[in-house]
Structures are given as structure tokens and as C-alpha cells.
């Protein structure tokens, strides 16, 4: 009862907009510039996994034991809110638990200084089969050399990657951080706080992250391989969900019919979090109070298929059914995508949950809705009037364009109502502007189109000044425009994304981007 009623008091706040705007037309809006910003491992941001903080310790035995052996040489000792691991007379390894293991978070070592010779790093360890892959930082006589990159299967190592230290960065503290993604990992090093990527690598051919058993054995923990004399001294380690380098793929969490929600004073979103390629970004969940730009990350959403693993699904459409307070959606399976031995096809997907996934780790259950294609970025509504489900997306077939479908149940029996159009797409939404609702999409010609609901004809162009491109970045880039009720500071916001690289990223990348929001006007001729 308090779900619907709450469901219900939403929708009436979110829909009650001045009888001034209740026959706008989304190409009479003029949207400005509003501010930018583009989060890369930001720390203000990050949702804590797991954490070894010196100045908290109080027995370090027990709460980081040793997981080598009981009698391994290497002395840690804290000393004013650090640790300091140190070998006297001998060559020694170390590797000091620190907590649990989860394939889509990021991982970070903050070293503050090192002496003599040695590694210092992050390993991820199998409890009983020696599998480990391990990302550390090499050190010759107290400089920072290179950085190496393992993998162990079954006690033999199967990948051996080495990268130098970027040039760029000096002498002092560094972080050394993983990025994983299930199927790969990026490795950062911070100095003086800008990232810079050393390496990458990708080793879904030799070992499965994402199964459930696999995850559930495996622990996170710091490395030390110190020559005879060397000293690390550290300010610690920790795991933790990261918003990445980038973000992209912007779309508001709604209601059934497509009302975005405003709850707490803040609207929801789901966002890519950029890793690499396509088998690398995960859902990602954001808010924003949208009287002013305080994005604020929330969580992650993975998807299970009931077949053992957990996937990095992504550009999704999630809503909340008001009737039940179930939260539905569909998402588009890239992790089709990542290599790992099983045959799998790039669809639409069909997710569900009965928790609220918006905040921290959360699972959804997904399947197919029986379109076949590649098919990318689904947006769907609870259209009353006609009785049907109604879904825009973009369609593949040489290049992807958008199309509208429509069916009796949200979540299959989907047949072509309208499209595709002629021109390249992305991001596609459907969103009421005033009592009447609109097809939008971004394109590769450096527009964002509008078309009529639901017949997809011609119905103008989106009117956005200093937009998110220019003449040397891409311009495929989402819409994402919400009205708003009345005591904002306009009438529609939108929050859309660039697609600037990060840089170092190899070919074939997509880590864009910043986050730009903007106001909406109207403007009637």
C-alpha cells in the first residue's frame, strides 16, 4: 500500500508541469549549457568494498592475517597511521589479507614511499585451487620501474604483461590501482592526483570471473616481494565500486508509463561506467538533485541468467511498476561480447528484481525478450491508451537505427510497429513534453533527432547550444530530456555525455565521458 501510494504522489508530482507547457513541442526548447564534469576515479565518489587503514589497525595479525605461511620473513610493523613491511638480511614475500573479492570493482595500494628493491602490489587469489592474478609495482633501488601484470592458473602462469612507469610521473606517493572488469583490467597509476593508464590485459580465455562459485572463493590482498634490505612503507589498500573514467549511456530510471522518478528530491539514472571495449563498462546507478549539479553515485547492477554467472550488461532502462513496486527494465547484452569460451549471442534483455537496485551491489535477473539482432539501447513505456507495451530502440542491421515495437507483456511477444528510420541512432527515449509524447535519439551527423510517438515520422530537431561535441569528437550522444515540475529552475533539464577517450586507451575503446548538463527553455516563434 505505501509503495502505490508513494509510486502515486510521485507521479503526480512529476507530471504537474504550468499549463504553459501542455502543447510544447520538444524542438520549441532551446537547452543551454549549464556545467560539466567528468569523474575519473573520483574518491569523493567511490562505495567501499573492503579497506586496510594503518591508523585503524589494532592487531594486525588478526584482522590482515598472512596468507603465504605462518613463518614468511617479511616484518610489517605500523608506524604513525602507516605500515611499513621491511626484510632484513633475506630475500622474503609476503601477502596480507584484505578482504573479499568481487570481479567488477576497483582496486587501490597507496604507497606513500620505497627502499631498496622489490614489488609491492595487489593480488587476487583463489582460496584452494593457486589461481592468483596479481597487478604490483616494481622498485629498483627506491624508483618506481615498472609495473607487472599476472596471471596464475592452477600454480602455472599463463600471462606475464610488463609496462614501464609513464614519464609524466615523478619521484613520490603513488596509488597503483585495478580497474577489473570481470574479463579484464585496466591498470592506473595515480600521481599527485591525475591517472594515468599504464597497462592493460584480458584473460577471459584462461579463467571465468563472473561465476558465482568462483567469486565466492576468492580474496583480495596486498603483495610484497622484497630483496634483502628494501622497505615499503604504505598508507594502505582498499576495494571499492568506482564511477571508472568515464560515463556514458545516460538514461532516467521511470516509472511504467515513462515518468521519470523524483524521489527525494533527486532524479535516478543509469549510466555506463566506462572500462575499455564493449566487454569491459557496467551498470552503473546515479542521482542528481536537479536544482543544481551534485551527481552522486549510487551503485552497480549486474545481471543473471540462472546459468552461474553474473554479467556486465548495460545501457539499460530500468523502472519501478507502480502497481506492484517490482522494478523491470531491459538492458543490452554486451557481455556477450567478452570472449570467455561461451557461445552466446548480443540481444535484449528482459530484467527484473523485487529489491530496489538503485543503491550498492545489486543483482537483477535477466532473459532474452526473443527479438533476434544485435539490437542496443532499449526505452520502453506502459502506453495506456493503446493497452500496449512500447519499445524504442536501435536496431542493427549494418548500422544501428531506431524502431519502435509494441506487444501485450513488457517483457516478450515484441512485434515492429514503426521504423527504422533512415539515420544512424543512439540512445534512444520516449518522453512526454507536455500531454503529448516524442521519439528522441542521438546520431552520428551531429544531431539529436525528434520524431513522432509512435509512427517515428519527422518531427524536428533538439535546439541545444554548445552542445557535446565539436569538429574533433564524436557526436553519438543521448538526449536523456526530463521535464520538471514547477520551482526549478527550468522547466527541463537535460544530462547528456561525451565521447572523448581516455587517454592511452588502445583501439577499439569507448571510456567517454564527461557529463553535461543543461537547462530547457521554451522559446515559441
Known amino acids: 500500500m505505501f509503495i502505490r501510494l508513494a509510486s502515486t504522489l510521485l507521479l503526480v508530482c512529476s507530471t504537474t508541469l504550468s499549463s504553459a507547457q501542455d502543447d510544447i513541442r520538444p524542438d520549441q526548447i532551446q537547452f543551454r549549457r549549464q556545467a560539466v564534469v567528468r569523474l575519473v576515479f573520483d574518491a569523493d565518489q567511490n562505495i567501499p568494498l573492503s579497506s586496510l587503514r594503518p591508523a585503524m589497525v589494532h592487531d594486525f ?5 598472512e596468507k603465504l605461511s605462518e613463518d614468511a620473513k617479511v616484518q610489517w610493523e605500523l608506524l604513525n597511521g602507516q605500515i611499513v613491511a621491511s626484510v632484513p638480511n633475506a630475500d622474503a614475500q609476503s601477502m596480507r589479507w584484505v578482504g573479499g573479492f568481487n570481479p567488477f570493482a576497483t582496486y587501490e595500494l597507496e604507497i ?9 602490489g595487489l593480488s587476487f587469489n583463489h582460496s584452494s585451487n593457486n589461481d592468483a592474478l596479481n597487478a604490483s609495482l616494481r622498485f629498483k633501488e627506491g624508483s618506481a620501474e615498472e609495473v607487472l601484470w599476472t596471471v596464475v592458473i592452477g600454480g602455472q602462469q599463463v600471462i606475464e604483461e610488463k609496462w614501464p612507469v609513464p614519464k609524466e610521473i615523478v619521484r613520490g606517493a603513488l596509488k597503483l590501482r585495478a580497474q577489473m572488469s570481470a574479463v579484464g583490467v585496466n591498470v592506473f597509476l595515480e600521481s599527485a592526483g591525475r591517472s594515468y593508464l599504464v597497462g592493460f590485459s584480458d584473460f577471459a580465455q584462461h579463467v571465468d570471473l563472473r561465476e558465482r562459485s568462483r567469486i565466492q572463493q576468492m580474496d583480495f590482498a596486498v603483495l610484497a616481494d622484497l630483496k634483502a634490505s628494501a622497505q615499503v612503507t604504505l598508507n594502505g589498500a582498499s576495494s571499492y565500486f568506482s564511477t571508472g573514467s568515464g560515463q556514458a549511456d545516460i538514461r532516467a530510471i521511470t516509472d511504467e508509463e515513462g515518468t521519470p522518478l523524483l524521489e527525494e528530491g533527486r532524479l535516478w539514472f543509469t549510466m555506463t561506467l566506462r572500462g575499455r571495449a564493449l566487454p569491459h563498462p557496467l551498470q552503473g546507478v546515479f542521482s542528481l538533485n536537479p536544482s543544481v549539479f551534485d551527481i552522486r553515485f549510487e551503485g552497480i547492477i549486474v545481471f543473471d541468467m540462472n546459468d552461474g554467472l553474473l554479467r556486465n550488461d548495460l545501457a539499460s532502462h530500468l523502472f519501478r511498476d507502480s502497481k506492484s513496486g517490482t522494478w523491470r527494465g531491459w538492458t543490452t547484452g554486451f557481455s556477450a561480447l567478452d570472449g570467455a569460451g561461451r557461445a552466446e549471442v ?17 543483482i537483477m535477473q535477466a532473459r532474452p525478450i526473443g527479438i533476434t539482432g544485435a539490437h542496443e539501447d532499449p526505452h520502453g513505456i506502459y502506453d495506456k491508451d493503446s493497452g500496449k507495451w512500447r519499445l524504442l530502440m536501435c536496431e542493427y542491421d549494418k548500422k544501428y537505427r531506431a524502431s519502435m515495437w509494441e506487444s501485450d507483456q513488457w517483457d516478450r511477444g515484441y ?3 514503426a521504423g527504422p528510420v533512415e539515420m544512424d541512432s543512439t540512445g534512444t527515449m520516449i518522453q512526454k513534453f507536455g500531454n503529448k ?15 513522432n510517438y509512435p509512427d517515428l515520422t519527422p518531427a524536428g530537431e533538439l535546439n541545444v547550444d554548445l552542445p557535446p561535441w565539436n569538429d574533433r569528437n564524436g557526436t553519438r550522444i543521448w538526449p536523456n530530456v ?19 577517450n581516455f587517454p592511452g586507451m588502445p583501439k577499439p575503446n569507448w571510456t567517454y565521458g564527461a557529463l553535461y548538463l543543461y537547462y530547457g527553455y521554451p522559446v515559441r516563434p
Open 61 to 65: 595479525d588478526l584482522m590482515h592475517p
Open 112 to 120: 606513500d614511499r620505497t627502499q631498496g628493491s622489490g614489488a609491492v
Open 346 to 362: 548480443k540481444t535484449i534483455l528482459a530484467i527484473s528484481s523485487t529489491r530496489d537496485p538503485r543503491r550498492g551491489f545489486s
Open 482 to 500: 526530463i521535464p520538471l515540475p514547477e520551482g526549478y529552475p527550468a522547466p527541463y533539464i537535460a544530462l547528456m555525455m561525451d565521447r572523448v
Open 415 to 417: 512485434t515492429r510497429l
Open 437 to 451: 509524447r516524442y521519439a528522441l535519439f542521438g546520431s552520428a551527423d551531429r544531431k539529436i533527432y525528434i520524431r
